[in-house]
């Protein structure tokens, strides 16, 4: 730390310096990231809300009633009539919260001390920090042909130490959804919590089913379903960091609480104390102000560009590894490995891909600051390197 105040143009100079060298998502080189620039109307609302927290409701009682009516919402969208639950960090600490809340009912509740969940292989990797922080056993469950859970699989793997089971909706690396339906099921008649990652899909699945889109019933519907983790800051447009966390029942909330004497209320069911309301009520404007019918022709754009990327890959000589479910393409070059073709992908242009690792494959992720302009350079340079 320096001994004597810096000028504050003197320090904004320096910031501008340390700015430029990030990437910007309008730069459209930004292909491998579930994440995308906050909305203008997003970023003004946030500012406002800046000092707020969360984390000692009664000092921001407007601030914790709009995080309430948001939860409500996102619960609403998700066929829940009555949802409990917070707006956190991301989809990281929502899993968390969501095992942690398994874990402790399992144990309140079955006895059961040394925990197992059964997740699939394509699973976040939020899943191993919850399984580490909380002394759980991950028990893998097997994939079919077309990369997504395998239900028998399950079957198999459930015994009396299973206190979680963990389906994915929009999986971080295809985006793909597991069935779903069938897995509730499967946890009703065992009376497991079941947890639906849809941190990805939850802001876009009910969307552009709104459209006429066709997708097996994935949320609160289904009666087996027990919390579910939908990120705001992803298709919804919120500033980072907005992740929700969604659960069925009050008592999932309240089997995590402990006590906090010294605050405005008594007991504190999220991970982290201080939580900022900004990224919540931004959130809230923004379910406000684009409503159904905005964030359905969104979803629907993604789309189109989606199955646009598709067909041109296809057209080049490309392989797609699986018929598109949501807004993200997996390929590979015939010849060149994934991390080749990536590199040589930054190379050229400074296109920031990512590779997937099961399969291997290059992940692009059709998000709002990729345009069709975007794209039709990216395949351009697909070609030279073809």
């Given at each position: 730390m320096n001994d004597l105040p810096i000028d504050e143009e003197e320090i904004l100079k320096e910031l501008d310096a340390i700015q430029s060298e990030d990437l910007k998502y309008s730069g459209g080189r930004i292909l491998g990231s579930m994440c995308t620039e906050a909305h203008p109307f997003a970023k003004k609302v946030y500012t406002k809300f800046l000092d707020s927290n969360l984390g000692d409701p009664g000092l921001f009682k407007g601030t914790k009633a709009t995080e309430d009516k948001t939860i409500q919402i996102i619960g609403k969208l998700l066929n829940l009539d009555k949802a409990y639950g917070n707006i956190v960090t991301g989809g990281t600490e929502a899993n968390i919260m969501a095992i942690r809340a398994a874990r402790n009912h399992a144990r309140n509740y079955k006895g059961i001390k040394d925990g197992e969940i059964i997740l699939p292989r394509s699973a976040h990797f939020s899943f191993k920090k919850a399984a580490d922080m909380m002394n759980l056993k991950i028990v893998e469950a097997d994939l079919d042909d077309n990369y997504k859970i395998d239900v028998d699989s399950i079957k198999k793997k459930i015994t009396d130490k299973t206190v979680a089971i963990v389906a994915i909706a929009g999986t971080t690396e295809l985006g793909l959804i597991d069935p779903i339906e069938e897995i509730s099921k499967i946890a009703y008649e065992n009376n497991i919590f079941f947890h639906v990652d849809a941190a990805f899909g939850g802001f876009s699945i009910p969307f552009l089913k709104n459209i006429g889109y066709e997708y097996p019933e994935f949320d609160f519907k289904l009666d087996g379903v027990s919390s579910i983790t939908v990120d705001p800051h992803k298709m919804g447009l919120a500033p980072i960091p907005a992740g929700g966390i969604i659960f069925r029942k009050k008592e999932y909330l309240e089997v995590m609480a402990?006590?906090?004497?010294?605050?405005?209320?008594?007991?504190?069911?999220?991970?982290?104390?201080?939580?900022?309301?900004?990224?919540?009520?931004?959130?809230?404007?923004?379910?406000?102000?684009?409503?159904?019918?905005?964030?359905?022709?969104?979803?629907?754009?993604?789309?189109?560009?989606?199955?646009?990327?598709?067909?041109?890959?296809?057209?080049?000589?490309?392989?797609?590894?699986?018929?598109?479910?949501?807004?993200?393409?997996?390929?590979?070059?015939?010849?060149?490995?994934?991390?080749?073709?990536?590199?040589?992908?930054?190379?050229?242009?400074?296109?920031?891909?990512?590779?997937?690792?099961?399969?291997?494959?290059?992940?692009?992720?059709?998000?709002?600051?990729?345009?069709?302009?975007?794209?039709?350079?990216?395949?351009?340079?697909?070609?030279?390197?073809?």
């Open positions: 402990v006590d906090s004497p010294y605050l405005t209320v008594k007991t504190q069911s999220t991970i982290v104390g201080t939580r900022l309301g900004a990224s919540t009520v931004a959130t809230y404007a923004l379910l406000k102000y684009f409503g159904k019918s905005g964030y359905s022709k969104m979803a629907r754009e993604l789309m189109e560009n989606t199955y646009f990327l598709r067909d041109s890959l296809k057209e080049i000589g490309y392989e797609v590894i699986v018929e598109p479910e949501l807004n993200i393409v997996a390929f590979n070059h015939p010849e060149k490995s994934p991390e080749k073709l990536s590199d040589e992908l930054e190379k050229i242009n400074g296109w920031k891909v990512s590779v997937a690792n099961c399969p291997k494959a290059i992940r692009i992720v059709l998000m709002n600051h990729v345009t069709k302009t975007h794209l039709k350079e990216f395949l351009n340079d697909l070609k030279s390197l073809y």
